[in-house]
């Protein structure tokens, strides 16, 4: 039997152990970036049936979007990373944004469904995905 031995470059091993030690500095940052894309679909969305098709003139204050946000990258117990989309706390209607949110997106007795999560996150994985791509090519390139 042949034996064949390859070794990569001394540099491109450097690289790749110096990754290795930053990986908990550039995760975050790629998954804020493809946070960043989703929330601004979800902010679209949500933008567009705020107020759309009721019966009666619309109570909306703006107050749901302005609580649409995005959260830092934080380690859960099972080591990874997660970045959520979502909405701040409390709203002054006495009621929460994310019911309020449950009741656009899912509708509610004589309330017809407004959907504009699942379309947001169907419409934006495409872009999500290059934008966190983009993000860490950035980031290795800094390396």
Do not use: W
């Not at 690289?15 to 940052?29: F, G, N, Q």
């Not at 946000?69 to 997660?82: R, V």
């Amino acid at each position: 039997m042949a034996r064949m031995n390859v070794q990569l470059p001394e540099e491109f091993m450097n690289r790749i152990s110096r990754l290795a030690d930053k990986t908990d500095e550039i995760v975050p940052k790629v998954l804020e970036a493809g946070g960043t894309v989703v929330l601004g679909a979800v902010r679209s969305n949500l933008s567009a049936v705020i107020g759309k098709g009721t019966k009666y003139e619309s109570r909306a204050t703006g107050e749901l979007l302005g609580a649409l946000g995005l959260s830092p990258a934080k380690l859960d117990n099972a080591g990874n990373f997660n970045v959520k989309v979502g909405f701040a706390e409390p709203h002054s209607g006495g009621v929460s944004n994310a019911m309020l949110g449950n009741l656009l997106e899912y509708g509610k007795h004589g309330q017809p469904p407004k959907p504009f999560l699942k379309p947001a996150k169907s419409a934006s994985q495409k872009a999500c995905i290059a934008a966190m791509i983009s993000a860490f090519e950035h980031e290795v390139g800094k390396i």
